[in-house]
């Protein structure tokens, strides 16, 4: 019984009387108004992510349908991390529901900090479970074969690129699907950043690309897709089972990847080594560069002179986006897939209401009224379900949510940036050799060398090599079962 004073199983029961007034009227389906026998309130922590702006706009259409008060507490990035960390480490209940990092849940999960949310799946059929994108629970919400948080928004990586100035060069328009991108090769689209940087483009002169190069984490982001592309894996063998953490990162492949991310350093603003993610984006957004890839919100987030300014940026109606190319003309594509997702922590003492929201929050339909909010500049396209991606509506708003979609379903963000327990620690040594090898300060070759060793080092001292603990053949498959069992099907 939770503090609201009605059981799940009433809960659900008032959802099914007042469900049909409810459907049409907002988007809360079937989703039950109990508002006059609760006057529960949860608490929820969140990060200062897009998302996050778009759900605050709409979480009155929640609290107006259940009586359940929403006290939504937005942090930065490392703030929350902290925050968490030091609330699960003390037992003390500060949150009912918490956005989590991808990279979070396999710690969380191990520790107890979280509970796992497969019974509420289960047994709440208006959960349309199925719904959801296998690779974005794959993702970013399963571990050991079971869900632990449901997907918010979740990001693929893609291409966004200046028709203007690829007029001007007499370049073709790029694939914005994988039905034309037969021939698309990393190698295609370094030819054109050499083609198109330092021309002229109406007065400006233009930079090719622009990377995300800040140390430790951001760059880490953008490398990795890189990396991947061109067959980089993290360890011997994971998330198939026997899990080996055995480090793998000084390979040829990664040394061909680096040398060719410290080539698209070269064609960028110099200023870029300390770019955080949405300085690259705004750079972009200010007009003098040719194309670059970045996580998917920023297909639409480039639309504004800055981070979420409101302002229309020089760029409005003259860029597309395409999907990623591969390393080999029809070769295989990996796609980094990030994203936040919303779990419940095991001291909750709200655990049915805080189930209701991250239900509701997650949703296709509160999810389609994120994505229709517009002021000053918010906006939101990241989604995790099938039928948003289907929704006209949302189509007309977002007239890339196909080249989006495509590029998800290629995510897998266990390969490009696995969540190994100890992620956090790798990252952060990885992140800061890359930096420095982008900088001149020691060579790819010493860079990754030095990243082998340093990963080797904290595998070994975290017991993690030789790994002795049960493992799981964590794959987009068994998470597709998973799905399947949970939904009734």
């Given amino acids: 019984m939770s503090k609201c004073g009605i059981s ?7 959802g099914g009387a007042a469900g049909a007034a409810l459907a049409g009227a907002s988007p809360l389906g079937s989703l039950a108004r109990v508002a006059a026998q609760s006057d529960s309130a949860i608490n929820v922590l969140t990060v200062g992510d897009p998302w996050d702006l778009a759900l605050q706009s709409v979480t009155d259409q929640f609290t107006e349908a259940t009586g359940i008060t929403v006290n939504i507490e937005s942090l930065g990035y490392t703030a929350l991390q902290a925050r968490l960390v030091n609330a699960f480490l003390t037992q003390s209940a500060d949150a009912d529901v918490i956005a989590v990092d991808q990279m979070w849940i396999s710690q969380y999960a191990d520790n107890g900090w979280i509970r796992s949310l497969d019974d509420f799946i289960s047994m709440d059929s208006d959960a349309h479970f199925d719904d959801f994108l296998p690779e974005c629970l794959y993702s970013l919400s399963t571990w050991r074969n079971q869900v632990w948080t449901l997907p918010i928004a979740s990001y693929a990586q893609g291409i966004m690129y200046r028709t203007d100035l690829f007029e001007t060069a007499g370049l073709d328009p790029l694939p914005s699907s994988l039905a034309d991108a037969g021939m698309w090769t990393w190698e ?9 940087n330092g021309m002229d483009l109406d007065g400006t002169s233009m930079y090719g690309t622009t990377v995300i190069g800040a140390q430790p984490v951001p760059v880490v982001h953008m490398y990795s897709q890189l990396s991947a592309s061109y067959g980089t894996r993290w360890f011997t063998q994971f998330p ?3 899990w080996d953490f055995t480090p793998t990162i000084n390979s040829d492949a990664n040394l061909a990847a680096l040398n060719d991310w410290k080539r698209l350093y070269e064609l960028s603003p110099p200023e870029s ?9 705004t750079r972009f957004s200010q007009g003098d560069i040719g194309m670059f890839y970045h996580w998917t919100p920023y297909f639409y987030l480039v639309n504004n002179e800055g981070y979420l300014t409101g302002t229309p940026s020089p760029v409005v109606d003259k860029f597309e986006t395409a999907v990623l190319p591969t390393l080999t003309a029809g070769g295989d594509q990996v796609v980094s897939l990030g994203g936040w997702s919303l779990g419940m922590p095991s001291t909750s003492a709200n655990q049915e209401a805080a189930w209701q929201f991250i239900k509701w929050a997650t949703g296709a339909e509160a999810q389609k009224a994120m994505g229709e909010v517009n002021v000053k500049g918010y906006q939101f396209a990241d989604f995790s379900r099938q039928s948003n991606y289907d929704d006209a509506d949302l189509n007309a708003i977002y007239p890339f949510l196909g080249t989006q979609l495509e590029m998800m379903k290629l995510g897998d963000g266990k390969v490009v940036r696995p969540p190994a327990p100890i992620y956090t620690s790798l990252e952060g040594v990885y992140g800061l050799q890359i930096n420095q090898a982008m900088s001149g300060q020691v060579s790819s070759e010493q860079a990754l060398r030095t990243t082998q060793t340093l990963f080797e080092n904290i595998l070994r001292g975290n017991q993690m090599i030789p790994y002795g603990v049960e493992s799981f053949d964590d794959t987009l498959e068994n998470t597709k079962a998973l799905q399947a069992s949970l939904s009734g099907m």
């Fill in 8 to 14: 799940r199983r009433d809960f659900l029961k008032a």
């Fill in 240 to 242: 198939e089972a026997p």
């Fill in 273 to 281: 080594i300390n770019y955080l993610w949405f300085d690259a984006g």
């Fill in 188 to 196: 295609d689209y370094f030819a054109i950043l050499e083609q198109i």
